[in-house]
């Protein structure tokens, strides 16, 4: 035996060489060849059955071994040689230098192997070189791959993977731990949700606890900050600024009251005003004077003490920093720094990189995984069974790929679960269903099939075909849903789709928000571009564009543009501005003002303050406090009208009142209509009474009772007969049927005076068609240009240039002034050229045209020629159209007095001629024949007959003379 005896090892060859062949599928596998030469030294080489035990060192003497011992019995040594094959796994060779330790007994295998004094250093083959730290298992199909570490892991059963590299002893710099959020504690019960102050929602392996507000409750005591929504079978609580209120008090954290109807609602803290930090529960803001209270996240730090609100740490940036969300936080150990920040626990990582699945391939980095173990059974027992073929983990630290075909390229603490999910890189992402994808970012979570988050942190996608693109804290509930970027988004329903913003929720089908802050969309196929605060309710096919606090109700295709607390509540209505706005109707609409009001169906406001549109397709323009209540009812703007009936219309004005169908005020104030289809122009407290077909058109204190009536102005007038009007003027009545009263003052006409007129002070009319003008001094006379007493029941001017005081006398005769005061230019008329003129002058009869009415008169053209008579005018011409009766006489007067001239002077003549006529007669003795007639024979008798003929004919001139001038 040579147990007792000291042996020399002399090594002639060590080879690391695959005992298998290269053909076929046969596996490589571990074990390397030994050879070596085993002498005595005493007796020399050996040749016998020997026992050697081999061991694998880090380090030529003391050091860590790698591997355990491999005991070898029934060694044949011939003249000292020996070959034995050794395995001891591929992990202990990961690319670092390593000894092997011998002990060796002889004969076999009764014998105690002893130690040899020296370890030999291994050295890898030439080839080998170009793949330091790799190493590969022979296993009967695909050999494995591994380099990195010698720590790291392809389990047993497991071919084809591949081991790029990675893998340590200890933990890297910075904390390789990282403490967890409260929405990632895995729970079974609400119990386990303490943390969160949530409830425990179920998911595949245990639940995840839910953040505050979406606590299940029954009644508002289960809700330690809000109020109970029902909704279905069980209610969230909702958040703290949905808190009804009615003055500051009632509402938590320093926040205020802002009333909108009755009761109030408490707004969210950020937005109280503040001048210092001292009035906000976090920080002041002042970017103008007041500022607002900033977010938690937004406060700025120094030092992580700074953010003991966030529960965060300080992030430096320029000279200030911010708040950090408290998940993202690495830790080393669980007591520091996670009890503090209330940040849940710390998970350490794990070193080595594993491979669990057929063809899984780690590229590198540290503590990554490739497959899962899961327990199968077969009929003799529990068998694992390891999921996670054909995936891959590029490299990072502390990354699983455990569902077959995953994909994790890089980053920090992913997870991709399931069938062909995929972690672009990141930090504590999971994908975890069939074809999942995470692009990056951190806290990202995908649970349903062809879910995506592109990065961001903190997102949740649970529907399929959802996506996240960025932001913090979004999630995605739904089939198709999908949410941009931003703060604490959820798309709750199929096709669901939220832009970014903070605190939106999409719980309807096809619906969208593209921004703002806490806006909501339960109505399908609606939208929400902005703003905050926003919520469409129930009603499809709606949109608001933006604003604080508005609201549609349930009535599809509303809209508002914006503003602040507007609701549009039924079908196709609409607000487009403005504050506390409300449409109830159908297809009402606001354009904005404030606390306008709708509630008729196809009703409008387009601004103003407190208006109200009650009526069907009624209108308000603007104003404050005006109402259209009646069916197609308007009011254009002013204060506090209202038009009551259908048709009623009032542009303007102050307290104006139409109750009446088709009826119109224009203006003025507290004028008010009862009668169809009347008017009202302007003026004050002016009354259509009953009266249809009526008109005021101004004035104060007017009113018309009858139909068809008529007032133009002046002040306490009165209508009462139809058909009738006043003009103006004022304490006139008219009672009498299509009567008028022009003007004055105190005229009447009274219910007997039908087709009356009266005009002046005091005038009273008892009787059917009379005329009364003026006052009780002047009974129906009319004075015109006339200032003093109206002696004439018409009377015109008092000097030249108004009409010289020419008037009608009682008898009805036109009397022109005369007086020689009056005139001036005196022109005496020739007789010969006066009677050449008359004679000239055509005189003819007439009509005029298109009356009938015959006359005689000479023209006025002619006349102006024969006499240059008339008006002078601007040009220095006379008036040639017109002709004055007065100029005519004066002509026929003239001739007439040329015509006396002319027969005294033949009277003379005659005279003289009968003078002579007797003397010549006497001479010739014949007077006593003059006796016996005209007829007698004889000169005298010639001369006699002709004495008459010449009388004759002077006769006739006359009389002629006297006809042409209109004498009869």
């Not at 626990?345 to 899962?372: H, Y």
């Given at each position: 035996?040579?147990?007792?005896?000291?042996?020399?090892?002399?090594?002639?060859?060590?080879?690391?060489?695959?005992?298998?062949?290269?053909?076929?599928?046969?596996?490589?596998?571990?074990?390397?060849?030994?050879?070596?030469?085993?002498?005595?030294?005493?007796?020399?080489?050996?040749?016998?059955?020997?026992?050697?035990?081999?061991?694998?060192?880090?380090?030529?003497?003391?050091?860590?071994?790698?591997?355990?011992?491999?005991?070898?019995?029934?060694?044949?040594?011939?003249?000292?040689?020996?070959?034995?094959?050794?395995?001891?796994?591929?992990?202990?060779?990961?690319?670092?230098?390593?000894?092997?330790?011998?002990?060796?007994?002889?004969?076999?295998?009764?014998?105690?192997?002893?130690?040899?004094?020296?370890?030999?250093?291994?050295?890898?083959?030439?080839?080998?070189?170009?793949?330091?730290?790799?190493?590969?298992?022979?296993?009967?199909?695909?050999?494995?791959?591994?380099?990195?570490?010698?720590?790291?892991?392809?389990?047993?059963?497991?071919?084809?993977?591949?081991?790029?590299?990675?893998?340590?002893?200890?933990?890297?710099?910075?904390?390789?731990?990282?403490?967890?959020?409260?929405?990632?504690?895995?729970?079974?019960?609400?119990?386990?949700?303490?943390?969160?102050?949530?409830?425990?929602?179920?998911?595949?392996?245990?639940?995840?606890?839910?953040?505050?507000?979406?606590?299940?409750?029954?009644?508002?005591?289960?809700?330690?900050?809000?109020?109970?929504?029902?909704?279905?079978?069980?209610?969230?609580?909702?958040?703290?600024?949905?808190?009804?209120?009615?003055?500051?008090?009632?509402?938590?954290?320093?926040?205020?009251?802002?009333?909108?109807?009755?009761?109030?609602?408490?707004?969210?803290?950020?937005?109280?005003?503040?001048?210092?930090?001292?009035?906000?529960?976090?920080?002041?803001?002042?970017?103008?004077?007041?500022?607002?209270?900033?977010?938690?996240?937004?406060?700025?730090?120094?030092?992580?003490?700074?953010?003991?609100?966030?529960?965060?740490?300080?992030?430096?940036?320029?000279?200030?920093?911010?708040?950090?969300?408290?998940?993202?936080?690495?830790?080393?150990?669980?007591?520091?720094?996670?009890?503090?920040?209330?940040?849940?626990?710390?998970?350490?990582?794990?070193?080595?990189?594993?491979?669990?699945?057929?063809?899984?391939?780690?590229?590198?980095?540290?503590?990554?995984?490739?497959?899962?173990?899961?327990?199968?059974?077969?009929?003799?027992?529990?068998?694992?069974?390891?999921?996670?073929?054909?995936?891959?983990?590029?490299?990072?630290?502390?990354?699983?790929?455990?569902?077959?075909?995953?994909?994790?390229?890089?980053?920090?603490?992913?997870?991709?679960?399931?069938?062909?999910?995929?972690?672009?890189?990141?930090?504590?992402?999971?994908?975890?269903?069939?074809?999942?994808?995470?692009?990056?970012?951190?806290?990202?979570?995908?649970?349903?099939?062809?879910?995506?988050?592109?990065?961001?942190?903190?997102?949740?996608?649970?529907?399929?075909?959802?996506?996240?693109?960025?932001?913090?804290?979004?999630?995605?509930?739904?089939?198709?849903?999908?949410?941009?970027?931003?703060?604490?988004?959820?798309?709750?329903?199929?096709?669901?789709?939220?832009?970014?913003?903070?605190?939106?929720?999409?719980?309807?089908?096809?619906?969208?928000?593209?921004?703002?802050?806490?806006?909501?969309?339960?109505?399908?196929?609606?939208?929400?571009?902005?703003?905050?605060?926003?919520?469409?309710?129930?009603?499809?096919?709606?949109?608001?564009?933006?604003?604080?606090?508005?609201?549609?109700?349930?009535?599809?295709?509303?809209?508002?543009?914006?503003?602040?607390?507007?609701?549009?509540?039924?079908?196709?209505?609409?607000?487009?501005?403005?504050?506390?706005?409300?449409?109830?109707?159908?297809?009402?609409?606001?354009?904005?003002?404030?606390?306008?009001?709708?509630?008729?169906?196809?009703?409008?406001?387009?601004?103003?303050?407190?208006?109200?549109?009650?009526?069907?397709?009624?209108?308000?323009?603007?104003?404050?406090?005006?109402?259209?209540?009646?069916?197609?009812?308007?009011?254009?703007?002013?204060?506090?009208?209202?038009?009551?009936?259908?048709?009623?219309?009032?542009a303007g004005g102050y307290d104006n009142t139409v109750d009446a169908d088709y009826s119109a005020i224009a203006g003025g104030n507290t004028n008010n209509i009862t009668g169809n289809y009347s008017a009202v122009g302007g003026g004050s407290n002016n009354d259509v009474v009953g009266g249809a077909y009526s008109a005021i058109l101004g004035g104060y204190y007017n009113a018309v009772y009858g139909d068809y009536g008529a007032l133009g102005g002046g002040s306490h007038n009165q209508v009462d007969g139809a058909y009738s009007?006043?003009?103006?003027?004022?304490?006139?009545?008219?009672?009498?049927?299509?009567?008028?009263?022009?003007?004055?003052?105190g005229n009447s006409v009274d219910e007997y005076a039908d087709y009356s007129m009266a005009f002046g002070r005091d005038v009273v009319v008892t009787s059917s068609y009379e005329v009364a003008l003026f006052d009780d001094s002047y009974p129906g006379r009319l004075g015109i240009n006339r200032n003093s007493t109206i002696s004439h029941p018409i009377h015109v001017g008092m000097g030249a240039d108004d009409g010289n005081g020419a008037h009608l006398t009682i008898g009805g005769v036109w009397t022109s002034a005369s007086s020689?005061?009056?005139?001036?230019?005196?022109?005496?008329?020739?007789?010969?050229?006066?009677?050449?003129?008359?004679?000239?002058?055509?005189?003819?009869?007439?009509?005029?045209?298109?009356?009938?009415?015959?006359?005689?008169?000479?023209?006025?053209?002619?006349?102006?020629?024969?006499?240059?008579?008339?008006?002078?005018?601007?040009?220095?011409?006379?008036?040639?159209?017109?002709?004055?009766?007065?100029?005519?006489?004066?002509?026929?007067?003239?001739?007439?007095?040329?015509?006396?001239?002319?027969?005294?002077?033949?009277?003379?003549?005659?005279?003289?001629?009968?003078?002579?006529?007797?003397?010549?007669?006497?001479?010739?003795?014949?007077?006593?024949?003059?006796?016996?007639?005209?007829?007698?024979?004889?000169?005298?008798?010639?001369?006699?007959?002709?004495?008459?003929?010449?009388?004759?004919?002077?006769?006739?001139?006359?009389?002629?003379?006297?006809?042409?001038?209109?004498?009869?």
């Amino acid at each position: 035996m040579y147990a007792e005896k000291p042996l020399g090892l002399v090594l002639a060859v060590v080879l690391l060489v695959s005992t298998g062949t290269a053909s076929g599928q046969t596996e490589m596998g571990t074990a390397f060849t030994y050879q070596g030469f085993l002498e005595d030294q005493i007796e020399g080489p050996v040749s016998d059955d020997c026992v050697f035990v081999f061991s694998l060192w880090d380090e030529p003497s003391d050091g860590v071994e790698m591997a355990s011992s491999v005991r070898i019995e029934g060694v044949q040594v011939q003249a000292g040689l020996f070959n034995v094959e050794v395995d001891f796994g591929s992990h202990p060779f990961g690319g670092d230098a390593r000894w092997l330790g011998m002990e060796v007994c002889c004969p076999s295998p009764e014998c105690t192997p002893l130690p040899l004094d020296e370890r030999q250093k291994l050295t890898p083959a030439p080839l080998a070189l170009a793949l330091p730290g790799l190493r590969t298992e022979e296993i009967d199909s695909s050999p494995n791959l591994i380099g990195g570490h010698s720590g790291n892991i392809v389990e047993a059963g497991v071919v084809g993977a591949t081991i790029g590299g990675g893998g340590a002893d200890e933990l890297p710099t910075p904390p390789a731990g990282a403490c967890s959020g409260d929405a990632d504690i895995l729970c079974q019960n609400d119990e386990d949700c303490v943390i969160d102050n949530g409830g425990c929602l179920s998911e595949i392996v245990g639940g995840r606890c839910s953040d505050g507000p979406e606590i299940f409750c029954m009644t508002d005591e289960d809700c330690e900050a809000g109020t109970c929504v029902p909704d279905e079978s069980v209610g969230t609580c909702s958040e703290t600024f949905t808190t009804w209120c009615d003055e500051a008090s009632e509402c938590p954290l320093g926040e205020i009251c802002v009333p909108g109807q009755i009761p109030g609602t408490c707004s969210d803290p950020p937005d109280t005003p503040c001048l210092d930090d001292e009035h906000c529960t976090e920080t002041c803001n002042e970017p103008q004077i007041p500022g607002t209270c900033s977010d938690d996240p937004g406060i700025e730090c120094l030092t992580d003490d700074d953010c003991v609100i966030d529960n965060g740490s300080c992030d430096p940036d320029s000279n200030v920093g911010r708040c950090s969300d408290g998940p993202s936080i690495l830790c080393v150990p669980d007591p520091d720094p996670c009890p503090v920040l209330g940040a849940g626990f710390c998970e350490p990582f794990p070193t080595i990189n594993q491979v669990m699945g057929n063809r899984g391939t780690i590229g590198g980095g540290l503590g990554n995984v490739v497959g899962e173990e899961r327990p199968g059974r077969q009929a003799t027992g529990p068998l694992p069974i390891y999921l996670g073929s054909c995936s891959t983990v590029g490299g990072g630290c502390n990354n699983t790929a455990s569902g077959d075909c995953c994909t994790v390229s890089g980053g920090l603490s992913n997870t991709a679960w399931t069938e062909y999910a995929t972690i672009g890189g990141g930090y504590n992402n999971e994908a975890k269903n069939y074809a999942t994808t995470v692009a990056g970012g951190s806290d990202n979570f995908v649970s349903h099939a062809y879910g995506t988050i592109a990065g961001g942190s903190g997102g949740r996608v649970t529907g399929v075909f959802g996506a996240i693109l960025g932001g913090h804290g979004n999630r995605v509930t739904a089939t198709d849903g999908t949410v941009g970027g931003g703060y604490s988004n959820e798309a709750k329903k199929q096709g669901a789709t939220i832009g970014g913003g903070y605190d939106n929720t999409v719980d309807a089908n096809f619906s969208a928000i593209a921004g703002g802050y806490n806006n909501t969309v339960y109505g399908h196929h609606s939208a929400i571009a902005g703003g905050r605060a926003n919520t469409v309710s129930n009603a499809s096919y709606s949109a608001i564009a933006g604003g604080f606090r508005n609201q549609t109700g349930s009535g599809a295709y509303s809209a508002i543009g914006g503003g602040y607390s507007n609701e549009a509540r039924n079908f196709g209505t609409s607000v487009a501005g403005g504050s506390m706005n409300s449409v109830d109707s159908g297809h009402g609409t606001i354009a904005g003002g404030r606390n306008g009001q709708v509630t008729g169906d196809y009703g409008a406001i387009l601004g103003g303050d407190v208006n109200q549109v009650a009526g069907s397709h009624g209108t308000v323009g603007a104003g404050e406090d005006n109402k259209a209540t009646g069916d197609y009812g308007t009011v254009g703007g002013g204060y506090s009208n209202e038009a009551k009936k259908y048709a009623a219309t009032i542009a303007g004005g102050y307290d104006n009142t139409v109750d009446a169908d088709y009826s119109a005020i224009a203006g003025g104030n507290t004028n008010n209509i009862t009668g169809n289809y009347s008017a009202v122009g302007g003026g004050s407290n002016n009354d259509v009474v009953g009266g249809a077909y009526s008109a005021i058109l101004g004035g104060y204190y007017n009113a018309v009772y009858g139909d068809y009536g008529a007032l133009g102005g002046g002040s306490h007038n009165q209508v009462d007969g139809a058909y009738s009007a006043i003009v103006g003027g004022s304490s006139s009545s008219n009672a009498g049927d299509y009567s008028a009263v022009v003007g004055g003052s105190g005229n009447s006409v009274d219910e007997y005076a039908d087709y009356s007129m009266a005009f002046g002070r005091d005038v009273v009319v008892t009787s059917s068609y009379e005329v009364a003008l003026f006052d009780d001094s002047y009974p129906g006379r009319l004075g015109i240009n006339r200032n003093s007493t109206i002696s004439h029941p018409i009377h015109v001017g008092m000097g030249a240039d108004d009409g010289n005081g020419a008037h009608l006398t009682i008898g009805g005769v036109w009397t022109s002034a005369s007086s020689r005061e009056c005139k001036t230019n005196f022109q005496t008329l020739g007789r010969e050229g006066l009677m050449s003129r008359i004679r000239g002058l055509p005189v003819q009869a007439w009509e005029y045209k298109g009356t009938g009415e015959r006359h005689v008169f000479p023209y006025a053209e002619d006349f102006q020629d024969a006499f240059d008579v008339g008006v002078l005018k601007e040009d220095g011409t006379r008036e040639r159209r017109y002709l004055a009766a007065m100029d005519v006489a004066g002509v026929a007067l003239a001739g007439v007095k040329a015509l006396d001239r002319i027969v005294k002077e033949k009277d003379a003549r005659i005279a003289e001629l009968e003078a002579r006529l007797t003397a010549l007669e006497r001479a010739a003795g014949l007077d006593d024949r003059r006796t016996q007639g005209a007829d007698s024979a004889g000169p005298g008798g010639a001369t006699i007959a002709a004495a008459l003929a010449l009388l004759g004919l002077t006769g006739f001139m006359m009389r002629a003379h006297s006809r042409r001038g209109g004498v009869r």
